[in-house]
């Protein structure tokens, strides 16, 4: 599953422990980087992601801000052109309406509009998606919309090891990184149980770099694209199919921007078929894009139209039956997958 | 002086929410045990209780009219119970049953009712704005309703309470803003996140009247609201009034509270607000110990229908998920 | 060109005007109406979006507001709420990020988390776009953001006639929408002249259905799919194919949500190319869903892949060459549309 | 008392700001006549210029130091010369030249230049978090530098502003916040926006010191400026300042000002605050009339060169458009 080889000591580690130890590796060896957010101190971040860090650097490099996110992620800014290396947490991605003048008109920008004399290097992190019914407010995972505004790269990690290699390498970058972590592949004691959100993952620090795509499982029939936990789902649709005699192979982007539409490219150029998984919002949005890449590139390869499967564009309800009916899962995925395939 | 009758009123509308949170956390539990999982149980997702706040709600409310509009915040229980929400309704959507007020769609943070001309917002202060803007229509079209916005502490340090206030000053909206200051966002004591003490003080700066009501005492919330509510109907414009309040709870429930002591707590427990004023109206002869109990009874009977109401009714069509999008 | 017939008067009107006639007539229609913004008073819209408003309706129901746009934003919602039905100004949409909430999380979802029990009729008008040095926060186009948020329609004319009718619609609608317009085709005397954007107009109210796109020159070669200003560019390009004889169709999609897919697909079916133009950004917006869409159902009818011609994945630059460069034109659209037939 | 160097100082750099905004008023016009097209001549796009605020500017950046960082609005100029940006190298960004600070990418509402440690937004009070960011850096590093949010007072009813606020005087951050409060929002008069009269009382909502400086005075600027940084630099926190100033010219170049009469407009520039300032060092001593006009001879003589400078500076390559989104 790790293509990179870093010759240390791996250990099991749930996505969030691995996301930790990387943050307080950077913060070791780099005493620019600190962290803000809202409960990112004491309580750990209430998706873990900062635990035990405050116990470690102190108040002063783990700060606990006010609800206040215009104004504590436009501080991350102002400190990243002065030198420091912030990061910052927006504790639901759903939020971002209250802050995103911050991240898409300053943030994303200045390093642009001063003709490339101010870097920002910042990184943000934020959780997203649902399938726990928190309702239309906390369950989205709006990747898409960040995605379509030019000036930040947006890293989304599926597993420990990615999310260990990815934030080492996002807080690294003197660019602006979106750091998206979904709820279900952290490995919370709270959630629904997900054996993929534990893994090996090597002690020493590694980076994984941003803008390649990744091979989670070759095949041959058709290839599914998709992102974080829509990957784990994929793989468990990979395994049904593969019982039928469909060899899946899946594709997880790991970065939206850069997009390495090489990588979407070269599967479908080989597989021939192509279905989006995405839990974003259907229109406008990954699913489009991946497909238009594919059509781009590979259209002469197709042996059918690439298909999409994505959370419908409503609101997202709160009542189980309602949410997911809508979000996709194995079953779904296999559906469309085998329609695809016997096209 | 509260006449009596408001007295006894008070002390009800706190025990229908205190049993309703209390009751809420015991079926929240159910389905999460032993291996406690968030999606699982009647009742999924966040919940946020309000044990503790219940003064807040009760003193408020029971100034309002019919036609009044109140907003709330993710912890909206024990306002839209004292703001007469029906309790099978809410309590439905709370187990996002298809008889809930949004046939499930919205959930504990989004119970919105026409009826009452409730509504609440799981984004911190931004349910602000919508409460200004009632305000705001009801001006227009003369109906001499009020619009009251609950928001917490932590709320006060966002940029959509500045612009809610100065824009409801400057129009001299009928909107009252309450600030249910519990001393914590979260895991986040005030002190970390707010520069000055009390946020009452901050009405200055939109040259409004600011309150203070500093223990969590029902009959000073009361009295505070009927001021700053005769104020607003009287074209006068808004008011902030601020709270102290406890809360009783985690911020959430399952929240393990690694922030406070359990002395801390215990603190909080002993002086529960509405045991103070139960003890009050009975020694001050409003009611007596029996009449107490038979609140307490009937609330505990009200609270228990409601739930059985939610747990009989059927969920929604999983279907109707892709429809109400639009109108 | 248009396609109503409304049997009363016409005047050349220019877009803005044809805009403020709609809103007048519906304000005098329905006294719910009312109208809030920055400088839509005395001043009447920067971009004359609100012009004679004022004087004819006076300061109760044409309000000019401080600069606070989640506060009076969100107020219209909450009047909305209550049985009103306000428009409010946001003066750029590149200024959403101040706002984005109140938008996307209220406005846009409130109807649907209460199970149909509130409706939201609710206008937001916006201008966009850039072509005159305004830099990389007053340039912007975004309407992909928006469209890909589910619960507000998303109107965006190209001209006077289309301008009033769905201003008419968007009033008389009950749910949210968010009305774009582009500051080039407003017909201002400050802009570089644009002749499309006059023309004649009824003078008795009418509506033009949300959700329907129209087809502003028809043709059998190439389908070029745009909105607002870049249909004009569209019809520039097509008129110098003509003289190539190549037969260009322009698809005005005139909404983004509802859209209108079964145009797109009927269009794409008949010419057997498409070719979108896009003043958004490039990457996971309007073009890559419109290229899926005619995957999704013309697929078998494509004699080459649909191109794209959009705004590049840059924000955007202030000087004019710069500015110039990554804005699609008539002879940018014409040479991409030239390459789509002869593929 | 303000010592006789600096009081020139003072006077230069209002001259220097005043010089180049009314050179840009013209050359802004060129291209642009008879038939008016924002997009056309050598300065396109919206012009927002400062003649009259220069004391602002002036009073507060006399008093900086170097490191000291600056982040101002859509209405930049004046602050950034008295900060002491390189005049030829904005002048060609103004332009869209390449040997513009920005290589043509910004343009006048986005002057970034490291140096100076300079900054602006088009977005009205969200340049303002910015500054918090570098007051926390400095905090951080060391270092012993101050940050200063410039802000009109249209600014001060955004959220951005009391967040900003708020997080400075939490965090006792050094960092000043300047509001020009020129009466004017593009159209909107003060008090149709803002519900109380002076925004240095909302200083009192953050419990950190609001000053105010009532008449345009670059004086009255320079040292109640004094006692903030002062304040500041020995790690005391924030502070708010407002100044009463003028906007002399329209919202930006093209403004018919339809909103405010002539005799309004004449009454601003009847108490010009340069030449107020000009007069009293003149009948003070500090220099002579001949000493005056020699400022504003170079003025004119570094407005012209930093134009010619522009004018004959070669525009970016288009297709390094493409480039330069990512480090
Ligand atoms: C804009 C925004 N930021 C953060 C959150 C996450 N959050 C939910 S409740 C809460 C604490 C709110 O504190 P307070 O306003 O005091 O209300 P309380 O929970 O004490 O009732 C936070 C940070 C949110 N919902 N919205
Ligand atoms: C968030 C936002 N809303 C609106 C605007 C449009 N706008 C630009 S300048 C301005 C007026 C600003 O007034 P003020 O803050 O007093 O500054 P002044 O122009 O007087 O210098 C407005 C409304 C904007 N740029 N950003
Ligand atoms: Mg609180
Ligand atoms: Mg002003």
């Not at chain 1, 750990?44 to 490099?61: A, D, K, N, V, Y």
């Not at chain 1, 609800?67 to 504790?91: D, H, K, Q």
């Not at chain 1, 090597?202 to 803008?211: F, K, Q, R």
């Amino acid at each position: 599953m790790t293509t990179a080889e870093t010759g240390s000591e791996t250990r099991l580690l749930t996505t969030s422990k691995a996301m930790v130890e990387a943050i307080a590796q950077e913060m070791e060896r780099d005493p620019s980087v600190f962290l803000m957010g809202e409960d990112v101190g004491v309580y750990g971040g209430i998706f873990s992601s900062t635990e035990g860090l405050l116990e470690r650097f102190g108040p002063e490099r783990i700060m606990d801000t006010p609800i206040s996110e215009t104004g504590f992620i436009g501080a991350a800014v102002g400190a990243a052109i002065e030198g420091m290396r912030p990061i910052a947490e927006l504790m639901f991605v759903d939020f971002f309406g209250v802050c995103m003048d911050q991240i898409y008109n300053h943030m994303a920008k200045i390093h642009y509009e001063s003709g490339g004399n101010l870097n920002v290097p910042m990184v943000i992190t934020t959780a997203m998606g649902g399938g726990y019914s928190d309702g239309a407010q906390h369950s989205q995972t709006l990747y898409g919309t960040f995605a379509h505004l030019p000036g930040m790269k947006i890293v989304i990690p599926s597993n420990p090891y990615d999310a260990k290699g990815l934030m080492t390498a996002a807080i690294q970058d003197d660019n602006p990184v979106l750091y998206f972590f979904h709820k279900g592949i952290m490995g919370l004691g709270w959630m629904t149980p997900n054996p993929r959100a534990t893994d090996h993952v090597p002690e020493a620090p590694y980076v994984v770099e941003i803008g390649k795509a990744d091979v989670k499982r070759s095949g041959s029939d058709v290839t599914i694209v998709t992102v974080s936990l829509m990957v784990h789902r994929a793989l468990d649709a990979a395994e049904a199919l593969a019982k039928d005699g469909i060899d899946a192979e899946v594709l997880d982007l790991r970065s939206l921007v850069p997009l390495d539409r090489e990588a979407i490219v070269d599967s479908v150029t080989r597989t021939g078929r192509l279905l989006v998984v995405d839990e974003d919002y259907q229109s406008f949005g990954m699913s489009g894009e991946v497909i238009t890449t594919a059509i781009e590139g590979a259209f002469d390869y197709l042996d059918a139209p690439p298909r999409r499967l994505a959370y419908p564009d409503v609101p997202i309800p709160y009542s189980n039956p309602l949410e997911q009916f809508c979000l996709p899962n194995a079953e779904s995925i296999a559906a469309v997958a085998r329609e695809l395939v016997n096209a | 002086m509260i006449d009596e009758d408001t007295q006894r009123e008070l002390l009800r509308q706190m025990i229908r929410a205190r049993v309703f949170e209390e009751a809420m956390a015991e079926v929240y539990m159910e389905g999460k045990t032993p291996a406690f999982d968030i999606a699982a149980g009647p009742v999924p997702g966040e919940m946020h209780l309000a044990a503790g706040q219940e003064p807040v709600a009760a003193g408020v409310c029971a100034n309002l009219r019919p036609g009044d509009a109140v907003t709330a915040t993710h912890r909206p229980h024990h306002i839209a119970l004292a703001h007469g929400m029906d309790m099978k309704k809410m309590t439905a959507e709370i187990f996002g049953k298809e008889t809930g007020l949004g046939h499930g769609k919205g959930g504990h943070m989004h119970l919105f009712d026409p009826e009452t001309h409730f509504g609440c917002s799981g984004i911190v202060a931004e349910g602000m704005p919508t409460a200004v803007g009632q305000a705001l229509a009801f001006k227009k079209q003369g109906k001499g309703n009020v619009a009251v916005a609950f928001f917490g502490e932590g709320a006060a340090n966002q940029g959509a309470f500045h612009e809610s206030l100065n824009l409801a000053a400057l129009w001299k909206l009928p909107v009252i803003f309450v600030c249910e200051d519990n001393a914590w966002a979260i895991s986040v004591p005030k002190d970390a996140a707010t520069a000055i003490g009390n946020n009452s003080d901050r009405a200055a700066a939109y040259g409004i009247p600011g309150a203070l009501v500093s223990d969590n005492d029902v009959t000073e919330v009361y009295e505070t609201a009927a001021v700053a509510l005769e104020r607003a109907r009287a074209g006068e414009g808004p008011s902030l009034i601020e709270v102290k309040t406890d809360r009783l709870l985690g911020h959430f429930q399952g929240d393990a509270q690694l922030y406070r002591t359990q002395e801390q707590i215990e603190e909080l427990e002993q002086r529960d607000a509405i045991r103070r004023y139960e003890q009050a109206l009975v020694e001050s002869e409003v009611l007596d110990s029996a009449e107490a109990l038979e609140i307490w009874n009937r609330a505990r009977a009200e609270v228990e229908e409601a739930i059985e109401f939610a747990r009989s009714s059927p969920y929604p069509a999983p279907e109707s998920a892709l429809t109400g999008v639009f109108a």
